[in-house]
């Protein structure tokens, strides 16, 4: 049975972590007393359905069940765990946990809030002990990071809970040591925000020239690195202890206003929001969330394939989701081609020609051999220690289209096999029809003498095993066919 995550408050943030929820398998219940949440949520359902799927590379759980609550005991009832995302009011956010804590008593509440402390929110609760803070950051469903900070009154296992289920969706738990206004993250955004109102007010730069000079440079580097890690390299060789003697003394020269802060009013709030309607006005903000959240898909995919910071969140959680999928699976030797693989179409798979394209094919065969590979113990550990199999030559059918979203399936038969080589023949399967079929000449190597030799017995012995179950198999049709044109 799905988990259930009840989400209080369905504006930009709870809609955000209703789809991440709901796309990582949880069912959502929302309640929002604002007629207008419903179209809101799916409308950022819809953008998020477009990106997160397009950060895995193992098939997404089957996606959770939405519904709208009538009243807030209705969301809370059965749910494991409440994230709580009205405005950041504290005396409307402590209505919401009595009234939650009766409904459900035992429930764990985690707060988006932007800035007030757990033991603020804690305040009047009879179970202060399950109200914790897990702040995320916009958008939800593809920015990892949940800054989770606890008070004195929160126990190891509550924070443990809140840690667990934040990794369960994908998501950076990042446990806040000490408790502090507004955390980590917003502490630097809102310094990085009064400097921008300063320059702003004091007609320095524009909104856009802010803008620029943030994504044309250090917003660039902050991504992949951050801000220790970068200035170290900005040191030179020397390090951060160069870089320290050289800029140190600016601590101590006028580069920051942040001491002083601009006075709020009418005049400041029209002077950047007139100007940030001249900058972007001419898109929609849906429309501009689906800029932002395309650019964050690609950076985020460069990272994931170097497998460095934030990317190396998302290989992780594939890595837990990809087990959870194969668990159970029979892949003992059998007189069946074995089930190795199941992969879903993504965006980025699809060509011009809007159906999934062609290196994806190839792609697809290998996430099937490598799988097969694993099963013979001929993974990873085996590479490391200097063998591995590596492909002569491969032959792909391509018999029938794939689309977005499409759920595939590898299946693998082994058409002959010694103690060097083995033959393989992959089938792609889209339910019970066969989109694709991938043959392929394997050799086993010694990595280092750069040459041919046999596997090690006991890889060999799982090879021989399945070999030998499928023998009585038919030879497939299409196995051994050169490309052929018909003579007109
Ligand atoms: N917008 C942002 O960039 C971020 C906001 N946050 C935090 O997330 C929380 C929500 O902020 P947003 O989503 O931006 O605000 P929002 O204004 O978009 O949404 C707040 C929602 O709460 C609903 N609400 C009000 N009273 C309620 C009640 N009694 N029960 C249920 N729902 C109720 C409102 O109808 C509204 O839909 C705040 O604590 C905020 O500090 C955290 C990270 C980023
Ligand atoms: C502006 N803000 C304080 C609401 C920002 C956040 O809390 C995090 C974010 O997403 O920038």
Request: charge should be negative; charged fraction near 25%; include cysteine.
């Amino acid at each position: 049975m799905a988990r259930k995550a009840a989400i209080i408050g369905g504006g930009v943030i709870g809609g955000g972590w209703a789809a991440r929820f709901l796309l990582n398998g949880w069912d959502v219940a929302v309640f929002d007393p604002d007629p207008e949440a419903e179209r809101k949520i799916s409308a950022v359902l819809s953008n998020a359905r477009l990106a997160l799927p397009a950060l895995s590379d193992v098939p997404m759980p089957p996606e959770g069940r939405l519904s709208f609550a009538g009243t807030l005991g209705e969301a809370v009832e059965g749910a494991e765990y409440v994230q709580e995302s009205v405005s950041e009011r504290i005396e409307l956010k402590h209505k919401v946990y009595a009234q939650l804590q009766q409904a459900n008593p035992g429930v764990l509440i985690g707060s988006s809030t932007s800035g007030f402390k757990a033991s603020d929110l804690q305040q009047g609760s009879p179970a202060p002990e399950n109200i914790i803070v897990a702040h995320p950051f916009n958008p939800v469903y593809l920015l990892p990071l949940s800054e989770v900070s606890g008070s004195d009154r929160n126990p190891p296992e509550v924070v443990e809970k809140t840690v667990q289920i934040m990794k369960d969706i994908g998501m950076f738990p990042l446990v806040i040591r000490k408790e502090i206004d507004a955390f980590l993250g917003n502490r630097f955004l809102e310094a990085v925000w009064r400097e921008a109102l300063w320059m702003l007010k004091d007609g320095v730069a524009t909104t856009e020239e802010i803008d620029e000079a943030i994504r044309m440079g250090f917003g660039l580097r902050w991504g992949q690195m951050g801000l220790f890690e970068t200035y170290r390299i900005a040191g030179g060789e020397a390090g951060m202890r160069h870089f320290m003697a050289q800029f140190g003394p600016a601590l101590k020269w006028p580069w920051t206003k942040l001491m002083d802060v601009p006075e709020f009013n009418e005049e400041l709030v029209d002077l950047v929001a007139s100007q940030s309607d001249a900058q972007s006005g001419q898109y929609g903000i849906r429309e501009l969330e689906r800029i932002r959240d395309q650019n964050l898909v690609g950076f985020l995919r460069a990272l994931k394939e170097r497998n460095w910071g934030a990317g190396k969140v998302l290989r992780e959680h594939d890595e837990r989701r990809a087990a959870a999928f194969h668990a159970g699976t029979d892949q003992g030797p059998k007189a069946a081609p074995l089930v190795m693989a199941h992969m879903q179409v993504l965006p980025g798979w699809i060509d011009y020609n809007g159906h999934m394209t062609e290196s994806r094919y190839y792609f697809a065969g290998s996430e099937t051999i490598d799988a097969f590979l694993r099963l013979i113990g001929a993974g990873m550990d085996y590479v490391g220690a200097g063998h591995s199999y590596y492909s002569a030559e491969t032959h792909i059918r391509h018999l029938s289209e794939a689309k977005l979203g499409d759920r595939l399936t590898g299946t693998i038969q082994i058409l002959s096999a010694d103690e060097k080589r083995f033959r393989s023949f992959v089938r792609i399967m889209k339910g019970e029809e066969c989109v694709a079929t991938i043959e392929q000449f394997y050799l086993h190597v010694d990595m280092k003498a750069g040459k041919s030799v046999p596997a090690a017995p006991e890889v060999y012995a799982k090879l021989r095993a399945i070999t030998d179950a499928q023998a009585g198999l038919p030879l497939p049709e299409g196995a051994g066919r050169a490309i052929g044109q018909k003579k007109e």
